[in-house]
């Protein structure tokens, strides 16, 4: 992959937990640092030791995460914007709150890639609800999902064509794990 032109990248993952997305994100967050100069996390806590030191954390308080995580997303939103502004050679990637990032994608003429974890039947509350969701997915420059299963329901369901990547694996982790797994074929064995 050569370096990309734009040469900034801001990651939008306003409330980083300990799962499965948060793991695909530092994989990936700590991949592209390879090919970006400047890389920019907005998010709503720093805590995670596992967020490469690469990345130039944009953090609101916890504080709004306390009021409620739908306002903690917003005030998220409006540093994403900020940042974005700022930043005229910019890319979004979006790993959560994605309508939100697509929004202000959409308002600044951002290129924006989403990352979706969702399944496409859990967002049909109501026709209006579909519709909206449709009309933003559809903006999107790059959806991203994890599987040819959820590949096909966004198909289906919104007529649109995401690109499927596999989830990253972190050979380092896989290593540790499959040595842990003999040692414990061992110990089982000679008992």
Same mark, same amino acid.
């Given at each position: ?9 801001? %990651? @939008? ?6 799962? =499965?997305?948060? +793991? !695909?994100?530092? *994989?990936?967050? &700590?991949?592209?640092?390879? %090919? @970006? ?6 998010? =709503?806590?720093? +805590? !995670?030791?596992? *967020?490469?030191? &690469? ?19 917003? *005030? ?116």
């Amino acid at each position: 992959m050569k370096q990309n032109k734009q040469n900034q990248i801001i %990651f @939008f993952f306003p409330d980083i937990k300990t799962g =499965g997305v948060e +793991k !695909n994100f530092f *994989i990936i967050s &700590k991949y592209l640092t390879n %090919f @970006f100069k400047y890389i920019y996390l907005v998010t =709503g806590q720093n +805590k !995670n030791s596992n *967020i490469s030191r &690469k990345l130039n954390i944009i953090q609101t308080s916890a504080f709004w995460f306390l009021i409620s995580r739908r306002f903690g997303f917003i *005030i998220c939103s409006i540093k994403l914007f900020l940042i974005s502004f700022k930043l005229k050679n910019s890319v979004i990637f979006s790993f959560q709150g994605n309508f939100y990032a697509i929004i202000i994608a959409i308002i600044l003429k951002k290129k924006i890639i989403i990352r979706s974890n969702l399944s496409p039947q859990s967002w049909h509350g109501s026709n209006l609800r579909f519709i909206a969701f449709k009309y933003l997915l559809s903006k999107a420059d790059v959806i991203i999902v994890n599987s040819k299963d959820f590949s096909n329901q966004m198909k289906r369901i919104f007529k649109i064509k995401p690109t499927t990547i596999f989830n990253p694996v972190d050979i380092k982790t896989l290593k540790n794990y499959l040595v842990i797994r003999k040692k414990l074929i061992f110990i089982k064995i000679i008992q």
